[in-house]
């Protein structure tokens, strides 16, 4: 399988994808940061600077389309799903890995609490800069504002996207989900 990574940042899924396919030439990672993909430190995985809204490569290129938490950075998740169909070749699938927003309220002050408040403080007790307490509360403000579930499936469906459906890994916040659909072969 030939597969694409957006939103590659320092590779982590793209790892995982390359253990997979057992060859990092099969592997493309796509990132507008170049500071990112600089230290993804995957050597014969091809990275390419590009976004989800607008993809680097011709229709049709590829039979696997991995994203991993780049979902709630995307300001145009349409024009991103009509990228991400017209990639892939029929009977191409994808799987999108993203941080939702706990659904009960006691869970999402908590997490919020943890942070927008905890973690930051931490981080400058630590001897963190300041970019980092603000880079926290930043990562929290992003998981707010993401996309609800019910949204992202419809949007994959108008995309022209088959079965497409989510999964939440069970736990104690039941927060990180996994979105998976077809391109109809
Ligand atoms: C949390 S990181 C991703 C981690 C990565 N998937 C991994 O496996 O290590 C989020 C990434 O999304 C990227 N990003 C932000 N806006 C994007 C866009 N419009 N299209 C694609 N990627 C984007 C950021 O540059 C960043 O590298």
């Not at 320092?10 to 600089?38: F, I, N, Y």
Request: hydrophobic residues 45%.
């Amino acid at each position: 399988m030939r597969v694409v990574d957006i939103g590659i940042g320092t590779g982590l899924v793209a790892r995982e994808a390359v253990k997979l396919t057992g060859d990092p030439a099969l592997v493309v990672g796509v990132d507008p940061s170049v500071g990112m993909m600089s230290q993804a430190h995957l050597p014969g995985v091809q990275l390419f600077e590009g976004r989800a809204e607008a993809i680097p490569f011709p229709d049709a290129s590829f039979d696997f389309l991995s994203m991993g938490y780049a979902l709630r950075h995307i300001s145009d998740i349409d024009a991103a799903f009509r990228e991400f169909h017209r990639v892939l070749k029929p009977g191409g699938r994808l799987c999108l890995l993203e941080i939702t927003k706990p659904e009960r309220a006691w869970s999402r002050m908590l997490l919020k609490g943890y942070m927008r408040g905890v973690v930051p403080v931490l981080a400058r007790l630590t001897g963190s800069s300041a970019e980092s307490a603000k880079l926290w509360r930043y990562y929290w403000d992003t998981i707010e504002a993401c996309v609800p579930p019910d949204a992202v499936i419809d949007t994959l469906v108008e995309a022209g996207f088959t079965g497409a459906k989510r999964h939440v890994e069970t736990g104690a916040l039941s927060i990180l989900a996994e979105y998976q659909a077809v391109k109809p072969g």
